[in-house]
Structure formats: C-alpha cells, structure tokens
C-alpha cells in the first residue's frame, strides 16, 4: 500500500486503511521535514497543528478510494509575511479540491462523449461519488481557463 501512495506524492506515508463497502479509506501522513510557506517562500519545520483532509482519488482493485491526509499547519517565521500560518500543500491536489488531478482528469476523459447525467452514472458505478454538476463545474473550469 505504501508503494501505491508513493506514486501519489514520495512525501507521504501509509498509515492505515480500512474496507466499507465499495469503498477503501487510507489513512496518510506527510514526511517532509520543513514544508515551504506558499506565500512567502520561507520553509518552516515548525508544526502549528494537524487536521484530517479527505479526498477522492482513482478506483482501486474495483473499489473506490477516499485518502484522508493528516494535514499539518504550519507556522511562518518570516517577519515580512503576512500569514503567521500556512497549511502544507500538495501538486496532486488544488486548494480546497475533494478529488486529485489525476481522479479530475478521468472526470473529463469519460464526460467528454456523453452527458453529465450518463458520466454521472458510469463514474459513480465505478470509479468515484461525482455528481451531474460536479461534471460540468470541472468541464466548464477546464475548458474556459485554457
């Protein structure tokens, strides 16, 4: 399982997992030792605090797949920033976002050649929990933006 979260980001860490239904939860952590401030570009060791995040990622062994990130917020010490926290960030997932790029890029392929409503259908039958207007919000932000 750690080699499969690797292939997510190399700074995470398998913790544990458990099966509900059709669904597998794995649980996270991040192992980077100083984890930069996004706003002023100072890195920082020091841990303010931690908080569960929980995402969708792509299906596995025909199971969907929730991964529940302990999230660490970290503190600024640059004087000059103006946030005294940051939360520590990842390129596999936007800020805020609830599914990974990669789950969002599978969104789009398979909604290309047929309505939300159909995508809708097929994409929570097997691979993640997506909605009719989740499908459009990401057509419409990919291909407005670009």
């Known amino acids: 399982m750690d080699e499969f979260i690797k292939l997510l980001n190399r700074n995470l860490e398998y913790v544990s997992h458990k099966l509900i239904d059709d669904t597998i939860y794995i649980r996270v952590v991040s192992i980077r030792e100083e984890v930069v401030c996004p706003f002023c570009g100072q890195p920082s060791s020091k841990i303010h605090s931690h908080y569960d995040r929980s995402f969708q990622d792509l299906p596995m062994q025909k199971m969907k797949v929730i991964i529940i990130l302990s999230n660490r917020k970290m503190f600024c010490h640059n004087s000059d920033c103006d946030h005294t926290t940051f939360a520590e960030t990842f390129e596999f997932l936007q800020s805020k976002a609830k599914k990974t790029k990669r789950l969002e890029d599978e969104i789009i392929n398979l909604s290309m050649n047929v ?31 670009n």
């Open 115 to 145: 309505s939300s409503l159909t995508a809708s259908s097929i994409l929570n039958t097997r691979v993640a929990k997506v909605g009719k207007s989740t499908i459009c919000n990401l057509l419409k932000k990919r291909y407005t933006n």
